[in-house]
């Protein structure tokens, strides 16, 4: 390596470690941390702003983001979120039913929407439902955010790792499901979380006998403002997950490769026109509301940090000593999902899933497979213990924090994030382990 190539090599890995440590801190929001980096590497010369913005930047993916948040948009003020709780709130029993189905459905919607605007929706909803029924409100909405943020890695949509794998390997959207005939991230991750709940909520929430007050189930019904309109949010979700997953079969139909982006902003697009004629609901609004801008500019500002490093030679010695451990299928495996793991905990899992994506593709290995889904299910999971890996379990402390009027203690969060995490770290690597590496 010449002089000028070490010298950049230690710039953007400086640069890079510092725009970290600032976002892990959060002594300063995650994307002005992000583009302060972009900025430095910029002016001093070692990135130029063409390709910066060009090629670095994967524009396909802050177009799912786009249209995603778009279309969660519109469900969510349609009312969908409190409809569904409405609906399943006549089958709780006790204390432990409030939490078991509460935390299924922040699930089941996080495969597909944005985990941090689930966990918006849900956790008022959990507090409220808990409160009104004298249990204790923060395992039951703590529950609710780590399965949210949990279930974002199940399929392509509910969070930015998938989409990442989407981008550097190509994961389509029924490889999710099923690959290489083999199942993959939706059935494990599923099986897994169900099992994770079931024992957590047992050792954390008390069987308490309740009955949802009908006030509660008439003030989760005011979410409905017109069927219409939460038909119309419903459509534009059902056509979004459907083009996704024919992405595949419509470009060899059109014979051009068509990005998968394309399809949930395309939709997002025509169903707000159509809200914004049918049902008054103005498209500025929805963009000014619906979309986490400075979340856009966060990784707008990752993807141009990562590429810099690989620009640089940064991601060598990581995929050099890769390609050497992952050898074996199992012992890499193994290495790369239990080393993740307690990383993640402690810096922000977004970036450093990148990162290791990346390399694992430099290093050149045949089958990188089952070593992505490793790094993507430790990497998902592992954020859980803290709210320095998850920003959905940052935003849930603070709603606790509003909604209770109380300080939350560092014994009763990480008992609830501690317990989940691991649990569901070793159920997870027990049921995949056999199905991708052995």
């Known amino acids: 390596m010449d002089l000028v190539a070490l010298e950049g090599f230690i710039v953007v890995w400086l640069v890079f470690a510092v725009s970290i440590a600032l976002i892990v801190s959060r002594r300063v929001e995650e994307s002005l941390a992000g583009l302060l980096g972009v900025a430095v590497l910029l002016l001093a010369g070692y990135v130029g702003l063409g390709e910066a913005f060009g090629s ?134 599923m099986i897994s979380i169900l099992a994770t709940l079931y024992i957590s909520s047992k050792i954390l929430v008390p069987v308490i006998p309740i009955k949802v007050p009908q006030h509660a189930e008439r003030r989760l019904d005011n979410g409905l403002t017109s069927r219409g309109y939460l038909y119309l949010s419903m459509a534009m979700f059902s056509a979004a997950i459907a083009l996704m997953s024919l992405r595949r079969e419509i470009s060899i139909y059109l014979g051009r490769e068509i990005p998968l982006g394309i399809f949930p902003l395309a939709v997002a697009v025509i169903g707000s026109i159509i809200a914004e004629k049918l049902y008054r609901s103005e498209f500025r609004e929805t963009v000014e509301r619906g979309v986490d801008w400075s979340a856009i500019l966060f990784y ?125 770290l070793l159920i997870t690597y027990a049921i995949s382990t056999p199905v991708w590496a052995l």
């Open 300 to 424: 707008i500002s990752l993807f141009i940090l990562v590429g810099s490093l690989e620009k640089w030679g940064g991601l060598e010695p990581i995929s050099e000593w890769l390609s050497n451990t992952l050898s074996n299928a199992f012992i890499g495996y193994t290495a790369i999902y239990w080393i993740s793991a307690p990383i993640v905990a402690f810096l922000e899992h977004d970036a450093y899933i990148l990162v290791m994506l990346k390399s694992i593709k430099d290093a050149g290995i045949e089958n990188p497979w089952p070593f992505a889904w490793s790094l993507l299910w430790s990497g998902t999971l592992g954020s859980n213990y803290t709210a320095a890996g998850a920003p959905a379990l940052y935003v849930a402390f603070r709603i606790l924090e509003r909604e209770t009027g109380a300080k939350l203690k560092a014994k009763e969060i990480y008992r609830v994030t501690a317990l989940y995490s691991t649990i569901n």
């Open 56 to 189: 670095f930047v994967d524009w396909n993916i802050i177009a799912i983001l786009l249209g995603m948040w778009i279309i969660s948009f519109h469900l969510t003020r349609a009312g969908f979120p409190e409809l569904v709780v409405s609906y399943f709130s006549r089958f709780m029993r006790s204390s432990r039913d409030i939490a078991l189905i509460l935390s299924f459905i922040a699930g089941l919607i996080s495969t597909a929407v944005d985990n941090v605007l689930v966990v918006m929706l849900i956790t008022p909803i959990a507090i409220s439902i808990a409160r009104a029924c004298s249990v204790n409100p923060i395992p039951i909405a703590l529950l609710a955010a780590l399965t949210a943020n949990a279930t974002g890695t199940a399929l392509l949509l509910g969070d930015l790792p998938p989409q990442l794998l989407h981008s550097v390997f190509g994961a389509e959207f029924t490889d999710f499901i099923y690959m290489h005939g083999k199942p993959s991230s939706f059935p494990i991750l």
